[in-house]
């Protein structure tokens, strides 16, 4: 029995991890806030802030995944942290930013000449936007105007380098995310008008120019980023509203206006930037502090298309486990997690050689959160394992008691 929960144990943590692999060699420079986008099978990144974080960074520096080498291209016209972009016709459009103040710069990238041009400014400043395309045109939403939260929307029409105002959301948001499916963009995470991380999704129909509501995120957040992967929108990264990092993905389905969790990141990422190349999604930067210059890349392949409904065999989770808090605790810890839906629930407690100490919780339970609290008054100092069973899905935590 006992040799069989420390083969269990193994098991979980290894098929978390084993989704992911870690790119070397890491980001040339180490920013935070920065941008990155994928052409032909390159990663571009660039702005952000450098160290010291009063440098803004007006770098571009390209890597090939598939000889794992960096090169240094021109730079940009104007170094900023937290400025957004998007890939149009095989150019990279960069717009907004922070240089002190927010800015509307709007500026092009090239790679075939290696060159930047300055295009018409967005006609309002901001930084820390949602963004989102949509055929030839660029929809910048929201975000952070000088220090005041803002609600306009603009769109950027590209082939005539011009701007036009649309429906403003319906509140003001910052530190959000935005990402277009069919004719719809779907904007998500953020602070609200009262400096609230609240987890609205708001939906724009672009042909009606008009705003919805869809289901709140599982997990609140604020600076996420959101990639379109096979007819799923994945929410990567940010944090709380208690500001702890999140390190899982939330999965939104935008045919069902519904969630799931996917696999746990390896580590949590405030900003980071997410790119596809072929059958990997790749997570770049995104700092826990300024300056992470880790890429870590998820194999994707499991998520194809049939009939334009989407296969899911990439971990994709009916529960999600938070990290029990405090923690290293003494004597006692909250845990807490969530269920997508009604489920047979086992909630136990390990020691580090696979013995269990405790069932907190074993039964039927609703759909939704729920929270125990763990006491460990009579056990000793030392490393323990909370693990949670519903139905045939497990995740596991790590705890550390101090006393």
């Avoid at 007006?58 to 170094?79: A, C, T, V, Y």
């Avoid at 709007?106 to 060159?115: A, G, K, L, M």
């Avoid at 997690?337 to 020691?351: A, C, G, H, M």
């Avoid at 339970?365 to 069973?389: D, E, I, P, R």
Wanted: aromatic residues 12%; hydrophobic residues 35%; charged residues 15%.
């Amino acid at each position: 029995m006992l040799k069989n929960i420390k083969t269990s144990l193994l098991i979980v943590l290894v098929s978390i991890t084993s989704l992911y692999a870690q790119i070397e060699p890491l980001l040339p420079t180490p920013t935070g806030s920065g941008e990155a986008a994928a052409i032909d099978g390159k990663i571009y990144c660039f702005g952000g802030d450098a160290n010291p974080l009063s440098e803004y960074f007006n770098g571009l520096e390209k890597f090939d995944p598939f000889n794992n080498q960096w090169e240094k291209k021109s730079n940009m016209n104007f170094g900023r942290h937290s400025l957004r972009s998007v890939v149009i016709d095989g150019k990279i459009y960069a717009i907004g930013g922070h240089i002190g103040n927010s800015v509307a710069v709007n500026e092009s990238y090239d790679p075939i000449s290696d060159s930047w041009a300055i295009l018409t400014q967005m006609p309002t400043g901001r930084s820390s936007f949602g963004i989102a395309k949509y055929e030839n045109s660029i929809f910048c939403i929201g975000g952070n105007s000088s220090g005041s939260y803002t609600d306009k929307v603009e769109k950027y029409y590209v082939s005539l380098d011009s701007w036009e105002t649309k429906q403003a959301l319906p509140e003001t948001r910052n530190l959000l995310t935005a990402t277009t499916f069919n004719d719809k963009i779907f904007v998500f995470c953020g602070y609200n008008t009262s400096n609230e991380i609240d987890g609205k999704v708001f939906i724009y129909n672009i042909d009606t120019d008009s705003w919805s509501h869809g289901n709140q995120q599982l997990i609140p957040t604020a600076n996420s980023k959101s990639i379109l992967v096979g007819d799923k929108i994945f929410v990567v990264g940010g944090y709380d509203g208690e500001g702890n990092l999140v390190k899982s993905i939330q999965i939104y389905d935008p045919q069902t206006d519904s969630w799931s969790f996917g696999s746990d990141l390896l580590w949590g990422r405030v900003e980071p930037d997410c790119v596809i190349i072929d059958s990997y999604l790749y997570i770049i930067g995104g700092s826990p502090s300024s300056g992470f210059t880790s890429i870590s890349k998820l194999d994707i392949s499991g998520l194809v298309s049939v009939k334009n409904k989407a296969v899911k065999n990439i971990g994709i989770n009916n529960f999600h486990l938070y990290q029990n808090y405090p923690n290293p605790f003494n004597p006692s810890t909250l845990i807490s997690f969530y269920l997508v839906e009604d489920n047979f629930v086992q909630l136990k407690i390990y020691n580090n050689i696979g013995q269990e100490i405790e069932t907190i919780f074993q039964g039927n339970l609703t759909g939704g959160k729920h929270q125990y609290m763990f006491n460990a008054n009579k056990l000793s100092s030392g490393t323990y394992f909370c693990q949670l069973k519903a139905g045939e899905q497990i995740a596991t935590k790590k705890m550390i008691l101090l006393k």
